[in-house]
Nanobody
Framework: QVQLVESGGGLVQAGGSLRLSCVVS????????MRWYRQAPGKQRELVAV???????TYAGSVKGRFTISRDGPKNTVYLQMNSLKPEDTAIYYC???????????????WGQGTQVFVSS
């Protein structure tokens, strides 16, 4: 059974930094793109950053230049380094991954449970 477990959230002052991690475990034949989303109270979930299996990153305009997504292939882990945090970055951050459990499976998207980030002003 595939599981995505996020960690690293917490409370930080504006201007500070946090590093989120997401470990993918279970039956994994192929792990493709990995993403970080976030959802603030009363708002829709939005894509923050994505990294392909070839380590090519893409960022939302609101975080470009402040956040860095990276992955460790052998550890099936994706990271989100968040610098120069702002109060508007406050949200629950979710990890998402496209993977195949077996060679004959189609790609399927899996989600973690989320980790809370709160940035105080």
């Amino acid at each position: 059974q595939v599981q995505l477990v996020e960690s690293g959230g917490g409370l930080v002052q504006a201007g500070g930094s946090l590093r989120l991690s997401c470990v993918v475990s279970g039956s994994i034949f192929r792990l493709n793109a990995m993403r970080w989303y976030r959802q603030a109270p009363g708002k829709q979930r939005e894509l923050v950053a994505v990294i392909t299996s070839g380590d090519s990153p893409t960022y939302a305009g609101s975080v470009k230049g402040r956040f860095t997504i990276s992955r460790d292939g052998p550890k099936n882990t994706v990271y989100l380094q968040m610098n120069s945090l702002k109060p508007e970055d406050t949200a629950i951050y979710y990890c998402n991954a496209d993977l195949k459990e077996h060679g004959w499976d189609p790609l399927h998207a899996y989600w973690g449970q989320g980790t809370q980030v709160f940035v105080s002003s």
